[in-house]
Structures are given as C-alpha cells and as structure tokens.
C-alpha cells in the first residue's frame, strides 16, 4: 500500500530533504523563517518540538488536501545544556568538548499540518562519544564546517564515523528527522489518500 501523500518540506536542511525523499512521496521544499528563542522557563526538551510547530504556524504558503507540510527542529541537550548552532569555530570547540567522552541526548521535534488537522511531537535519541582529541575536534571544524547543526556536529560525518559509539535512538533522529515516526503518522493523518 502506498501513501498518496505530496509532501513540503519547511526546512533548509539538505539532510532532511534527502531523508524524506526515502519514503518514495514528492517532496516540494521551502522554508520558514522564524525567532528560534525559546519563551522563558521552558523545559529544555520542549524546545525542538515548540520550535518545530511555530515553523509549522509561520508557513503561509497554500496548501492542497493531498498535501502535508512537514517542519522540524533538532535540539542537543548535555548536562542540562541546549546546545544550539555555533556562532563560530570557537563555540563549536566548546560544545564538542563538552560531548566528547560523554552521552547527550538528541531531541528532534517534528509537525506535520494538513488542511484539516496539525499534529506535534518529539523523539529523542541518546548519542554516547569516544573521548576526542582537541587535535581531533580542531580537525572535525576545520574540514566539515558544522555551523548549521545543534551541538555543532552532523552524525552523517567524519565525526559520526570516528567518535559515535552507540545510539539508543534512531539514527535518523540525530540526523533531523525520526522517518519511522513521520511514515506512521503520515499513515494516521485523517483523510489520508491512500492507494
């Protein structure tokens, strides 16, 4: 059985977009531009799936019945951290120093609008790391530039490959997009045009 699904992607994260064309669907892509503060005493690990429904609120665009407008947001959350996108080299040597030898918890939130319902969640994997070199994490920053990421780091690269030792989690979820969670959900929206 196969969704009937068009999807638009709210996201300028080529790994989403390349996540979401494995579920077999037509992915439009476009973005939202909006405040990523998150409002003043709330819990850490709401923040990714707040940010992902005020993505999902701030699309203006139209939208069809056969069609779901996905947006999400990823969080890295370490000793009651949030570790967000680095401002520069230097902020990103901290945050991996901070990760390095240690677990964090990876949170991404996703939102999923039809025309007819909005649906917002989280999932959240836990990412443990081998001890780094500041050789190592000078390396990793210098040759794959991760200023786009939370926690300053990209599981798909050289890092994920050298210092991530186990997941609890989905590995897709570290990546900005739990897909086992968005395909059931996608199957669940009501009055989804199934063939």
Known sequence: ????????????????????????????????????????????????????????????????????????????????????????????????????GRTHKVVTGVCLRTTAQTIAYSDIAEVTFATLTPEEISYYIEHHKPFDKAGAYGVQDWIGYAAVERINGSFYTVMGLPLHRVYRTLNELVGAPVK
């Not at 992607?9 to 669907?25: M, T």
């Not at 405040?35 to 940010?51: C, F, R, S």
């Not at 947001?73 to 009651?80: A, E, H, R, W």
Request: aromatic share 2%; hydrophobic share 45%.
């Open 1 to 100: 059985m196969k969704l009937n699904w068009r999807l638009i992607l709210a996201s300028a994260s080529p790994r989403r977009r390349q996540l979401l064309l494995g579920l077999d669907l037509p992915v439009e892509v476009t973005s939202t531009d909006v405040d990523e503060t998150p409002p003043a005493g709330m819990p850490i690990d709401q923040v990714a799936e707040h940010l992902a429904l005020k993505k999902a609120n701030a699309y203006n665009g139209p939208l069809a019945e056969d069609q779901v407008l996905i947006t999400a947001d990823t969080t890295v959350i370490v000793d009651d951290n949030l570790l967000n996108k680095p401002a520069d080299s230097a902020e990103a040597h901290a945050m991996l120093t901070m990760l390095a």
